[in-house]
């Protein structure tokens, strides 16, 4: 994570071909991309996930937990 200078937070999401096809891929990055988005995430931050062996076949609420706590030790939750 490091400080952008923006008023929004901007994150990147790198998925390897180790975790399965391209409709694999998008699938989680589609999963992560929409659990950042349900989080209130402060402002004026980069960051950026990788997925790790497992990530394909973790559900929706296991990625979900994952990110906010994630977000929560970065203190990048707006709450």
């Known amino acids: 994570m490091s400080a952008n200078?923006?008023?929004h937070s901007?994150?990147?999401?790198?998925?390897?071909?180790?975790i399965g096809n391209a409709a694999v891929r998008n699938k989680v990055k589609r999963r992560l991309r929409e659990a950042v988005r349900s989080n209130p995430v402060k402002g004026g931050w980069d960051a950026l996930f990788i997925a790790r062996r497992g990530t394909e076949r973790a559900t929706y609420q296991d990625l979900r937990q994952a990110i906010t706590n994630l977000l929560r030790r970065g203190s990048l939750v707006d709450i």
């Open 10 to 18: 901007r994150f990147g999401f790198l998925v390897s071909k180790r």
């Open 5 to 7: 200078d923006l008023e």
